[in-house]
């Protein structure tokens, strides 16, 4: 396919490193290209020992003049084809890390106001330090999905059997203060369902740039995905930016209908 698309012999090696790949790389001719099997398979690739991930780092080095890496989604981890290799070789980024990057400065130094984040997802833990880090910068902050009992209960209200980080209790309490010492409208549900989609949903809208991470539910079942299409649905009639996030609210907006260039 990607012969197809570039008009040009792509070449395959089973082989990441060794002899068999440093003949194939040898014997290219100027255009061609030659595609690796998936660098996961290699144990080195994802060690948790520098020098072992630095040798293999080296090893595909070999012959190699420049680095540029386009994998947005993995420039994050310590991985050998990600951050040893980069030491060893002139490096760039490829132009989808250029035009993330540049998402992330509109969304973190200069947003058109009002500015709305949502943030889903099971665990407060996962989301903490985003949450510390845009309490500073949002108009809006609506929580949402399993870690909004947390929330719930770090103000006082019976949760049942939820799911909560009860170790996370007193911290949620801090945020909560600072998000009222600075001003920021802080959305929790107000129900099961439909009231609280609503008003996440015109608050939402509201706002010249939003950013949305996390669903709001086990979106994957019909009978819990209504506020995750409800936020979706708004996200879509933003006068602005809007941009979502994260692997798990892809993949909710994609299996709701949604398409992906009704996003920012």
């Not at 440093?22 to 061609?32: N, T």
């Not at 020992?49 to 420039?75: H, K, P, T």
């Not at 108009?139 to 870690?147: E, Y």
């Not at 019976?158 to 996370?168: A, C, N, R």
Request: glycine share 12%; net charge negative; hydrophobic share 45%.
């Amino acid at each position: 396919r990607l012969g197809e698309l570039l008009g040009k012999s792509v070449l395959f090696s089973e082989e990441i490193v060794g002899p068999q790949v440093e003949a194939k790389k040898a014997a290219l001719q100027s255009g061609e290209l030659l595609l690796l099997e998936n660098i996961r398979y290699e144990a080195a690739e994802t060690s948790k020992d520098e020098a072992e991930r630095s040798n293999f780092a080296a090893q595909l080095a070999v012959g190699m003049d420049l680095f540029v890496s386009d994998g947005f989604g993995a420039l994050h981890r310590k991985h050998a084809s990600v951050y040893e290799i980069a030491k060893l070789l002139p490096s760039a980024p490829g132009f989808l890390v250029e035009a993330e990057i540049d998402v992330l400065k509109k969304l973190t130094q200069n947003p058109d106001r009002p500015y709305g984040v949502v943030l889903g997802g099971a665990k407060v833990s996962d989301k903490i330090g985003v949450i510390k880090n845009l309490l500073g910068k949002v108009n809006v902050l609506a929580i949402g999905g399993g870690m909004l009992f947390t929330f719930l209960a770090a103000q006082g209200h019976e949760i049942g059997k939820s799911l909560v980080e009860v170790e996370l209790i007193e911290d949620v309490k801090k945020l909560l203060q600072e998000a009222k010492d600075l001003g920021v409208e802080l959305l929790l549900p107000t129900d099961i369902g439909p009231e609280s989609a609503a008003a996440f949903g015109a608050a939402i809208e509201k706002c010249h740039t939003v950013f949305w991470n996390g669903p709001m539910g086990v979106f994957e079942f019909p009978n819990f995905a209504n506020g995750t299409k409800v936020v979706a649905t708004s996200l879509t009639k933003v006068q602005g930016i809007s941009v979502v996030g994260g692997g798990d609210s892809a993949a909710a907006v994609r299996a709701l209908g949604f398409a992906d260039d009704q996003f920012g």
